[in-house]
């Protein structure tokens, strides 16, 4: 990039440059904050501070890591791996490859959850393919009175979850567990929250290299046109839930209507309703378990 006497003269504001261009070469979406994010992280600075701060010289040491981290994210391996964190609901959630990294339209399920039960001070609930528990974790946090336990198959993810947990203060039981077979008692339950992979496999082709070359295929895609680990949380929760529980799970945009049928059929479910996220589209659908027929 640069000699060694040019680069004890790099600015910040020169390196942001610098940074920006090569991320747009590389094809990457937000290449100015992306190469924000990554000064931010060398330098220890806040985000008024990167800004105030453009003349400031970046030392050779910095310079040498600023680089290093500019590489991965050339490479498409995702800000929030480089970064080890992603907010989600407000709170900076520990993330690494062994999870996925949390999208702003799951916190829809986080936001249904706490406005259909807002008159439950107790509650008790799971989170389903918890990953690194960020909806788990958020519904302990804002909503004390709640019991919840974090499922997941993989124990690298609960690793990563009883992480967040421990910091966070989130008083949550960590269980792995499958969902087509898991330990939870009939009846037990007055919510499952859950983001079960459903992305088709046939799909794959078509996803960004950030996801496709980095987040953890177990946790994205399903077989069956993307279906199958739906159909396993509707099973899970018409078992699980006690009358009057809440079902609410992500889903694609396009599989509303197969999740509601999914609902009916189990005849233990009533009042569903699929809610958008912010870009319009079909993200969750909900349904309260009804006694048994």
Known sequence: MHTRREDAALTL?????????????????????DAH???RRVLGLDRLQCVLQGERRMEEGELREAEGLLERRMG??????????????GRDFAVDARVLVPRPETELLVEAALEEMADRPKATFVDVGAGC????????????????????????????????????????????????????AAASLDLVACNPPYIP??????????????????????PEGGLRHLEGAVRLAARALRPGGLLLTEHG?????????????????????????LAGHPRCTQ???????
């Open 13 to 33: 504001r020169r390196w942001l440059s610098h940074a920006i261009g090569r991320l747009k070469a590389a094809g990457v979406d937000n290449p100015q904050l």
């Open 37 to 39: 994010l990554l000064a």
């Open 76 to 89: 498409r391996e995702p800000m929030a791996y480089i970064l080890g964190r992603r907010e989600f609901y």
């Open 133 to 184: 528990g960020a909806i788990g974790i958020t519904l302990a946090l804002e909503r004390p009175g709640w019991h919840g336990t974090l499922l997941d198959i993989d124990p690298g993810a609960l690793d990563v979850a009883k992480g967040n947990a421990f910091r966070l203060q989130a008083p949550c039981a960590l269980v792995q567990g499958d969902m087509t077979a898991p330990p939870l």
């Open 201 to 222: 496999e046939s799909a794959a082709p078509s996803l960004m290299p950030d996801v496709a070359e980095y987040e953890p295929e177990r946790a994205l895609f399903s």
């Open 253 to 277: 945009y396009d599989q509303a209507d197969e999740v509601t049928a999914m609902m009916e059929r189990t005849g233990r479910f009533s009042g569903m309703r699929t809610r958008r996220d």
């Open 287 to 293: 349904a309260w378990r009804t006694a048994a027929p």
